[in-house]
């Protein structure tokens, strides 16, 4: 049997996952994007609400799929870290991925700098962990 041990990880970390996400992210904002382009002429990307709308949707169906099928999006897979509630229930609501979302949106990662949690971590009452195996 695998005994393993577990750890919150760190602020350079953190943002080494954040920013293969917004890679990963951005690829998939693109690629949905290009049949409102070609469709539109363009004229649906400028200035108008329901494209940033169904890009938030986007983003947010991302997100929340993985944190809620897997525990764990594909930047925090390479990585070996999951999402879990601060009771360690591994079940992550759709509450608190929208939590989460929003609140890193307007800023949750600054207080990695002074904290070792992150804004959104606090807030949506989750955090982030890497499982590691004990020899």
Known sequence: M??????????LQN???CIYDFML??????????????FTDGEAIINNMFYKIYLLFIVILYYSWFWIKHNQTLGMKA???YLV???QDN????SQTILRIV???????ILLLFNSRSLHDIVS???IIKKEKLS
């Open 2 to 11: 695998k005994e393993y041990s577990y750890k919150e990880i760190g602020f």
């Open 15 to 17: 943002i080494v996952i």
């Open 25 to 38: 992210v951005f690829s998939v904002l693109f690629f949905m994007s290009v049949p409102v382009h070609i």
């Open 79 to 81: 990585w070996k870290t």
């Open 85 to 87: 509630n601060d009771n």
């Open 91 to 94: 079940k992550i609501k759709f």
């Open 103 to 109: 609140v890193s949106i307007l800023g949750g990662h």
């Open 125 to 127: 009452k989750t955090r």
